[in-house]
């Protein structure tokens, strides 16, 4: 039986400028459960492509829906509200407020009477940050840094959870650490759509990666064969396979 389509998008156009547009029509979806990484070169559009979903960049063309639900047009704050999730690379925590600060700023968007709850069930899943709630944001290492940002984002219980570039100037121990992590999360059931650079780490633990090049899907695949895939230096390296060069 397949899964139901937890978020897809149809011929998405997006970015900064009406007629410079960074996502070229994009067709893309993910199934509920299911973590996608998304895979490109540096310039390909890939966080552009997940901030117009998040509603953080302006839409100019194409569709987001949340299962059946068009939410296009909804305001960031309306999108998580309806279930979706966004952690940004920079600028996803408050530095000068306490890790329980954090939590509970997170937690207003939800009735009150679910907040404590919410905050005790993220604590559950992150007992390290459970440890130190009035320790200030600041003082966390980068790996706790990104793993108070997924906390923040988890109170709501999101349907979908986007990370864009979680591993971004972490060591690999860490970045080990936070992919793990979110393989859990992704266990437990939440859909997640990870933006990537290291290749390797995402697709480790990824079930699928789409490949974006000059804002536009251009290939697709398994993770546990797209490592290997020959097409994969090709557009995401600009190698051409052996053999494919000009004479």
């Known amino acids: 039986m397949t899964a139901a389509t937890a978020l897809s998008t149809r011929g998405l156009i997006a970015g900064y400028e009406r007629d410079l547009p960074i ?47 068009d939410i296009t047009s909804l305001a960031p704050h309306q999108k998580i509200a309806h279930g979706l999730a966004f952690v940004p690379q920079t600028e996803n925590i408050f530095a000068t407020l306490t890790i329980a600060e954090n939590l509970e700023l997170a937690a207003d968007i939800l009735p009150r009477h679910l907040r404590r709850q919410r905050i005790g069930a993220v604590e559950a899943m992150f007992p390290d940050l459970a440890k130190r709630p009035a320790l200030r ?82 290939h697709e695949g398994p993770a546990a064969t797209l490592g290997n895939d020959p097409l994969i230096a090709e557009l995401y390296l600009g190698v051409k396979p052996a053999g494919g060069g000009q004479p």
């Not at 390909?44 to 953080?56: H, L, R």
């Not at 591993?167 to 059931?189: D, Q, T, Y």
């Not at 997640?192 to 633990?205: C, G, M, P, R, S």
């Open 137 to 218: 944001a600041g003082q966390l290492s980068g790996g706790q840094r990104q793993m108070l940002a997924v906390a923040r984002a988890l109170i709501v219980e999101p349907k979908v959870l986007i990370l864009d570039e979680p591993s971004a100037g972490l060591s690999p121990r860490i970045v080990g650490e936070v992919f793990a992590n979110l393989k859990a999360i992704n266990e437990r059931g939440v859909t997640i759509i990870l933006v990537e650079q290291n290749v390797k780490a995402a697709l480790a633990i990824a079930h699928r990666g789409v490949v974006l090049v000059e804002g536009r899907l251009r």
């Open 23 to 69: 996502v070229r029509g994009i067709d893309f979806a993910v199934a509920q459960g299911e973590l996608v990484v998304v895979l490109g070169p540096n310039g390909a559009g890939k966080s552009t492509f997940v901030k117009a979903i998040a509603g953080i960049v302006p839409v100019f063309g194409g569709s987001v829906a949340l299962g059946a639900q």
